[in-house]
């Protein structure tokens, strides 16, 4: 079983920063991609950023410049640094991984619980 943990969240000013962690556990084989989701209040799920097991990323054009995503595999962990939140920012983010198991050695699409991040202004 893999369980992803987030942490991180939290309500801030705009113009704010906040670090989101996210931890992979469990009978984990390889981390092929991880990355960071959010949903706003009446939208749908949309893609933040990703970054694969080789270092590359992707990042939505909205957080480009703002936002950085980063990886430590020694750890299975994944970050997200959020620099200049703006009001728009405001959702529930998760983490997701792309995970082979031990078991299974196929991927399968694993999803944490979600926090909350909230920018005032």
């Known amino acids: 079983q893999v369980q992803l943990v987030e942490s991180g969240g939290g309500l801030v000013q705009a113009g704010g920063s906040l670090r989101l962690s996210c931890a992979a556990s469990g009978s984990i084989f390889t981390i092929n991609v991880m990355g960071w989701y959010r949903q706003a209040p009446g939208k749908q799920r949309e893609l933040v950023a990703l970054?694969?097991?080789?270092?590359?990323?992707n990042i939505a054009d909205s957080v480009k410049g703002r936002f950085t995503i980063s990886r430590d595999n020694a750890k299975n962990t994944v970050y997200l640094q959020m620099n200049n939140l703006k009001p728009e920012d405001t959702a529930v983010y998760y983490c997701?991984?792309?995970?082979?198991?031990?078991?299974?050695?196929?991927?399968?699409?694993?999803w944490g619980q979600g926090t909350q991040v909230t920018a005032s202004s």
């Open positions: 997701n991984g792309l995970i082979v198991g031990v078991n299974s050695r196929m991927p399968r699409n694993y």
């Open positions: 970054i694969i097991s080789g270092g590359s990323t």
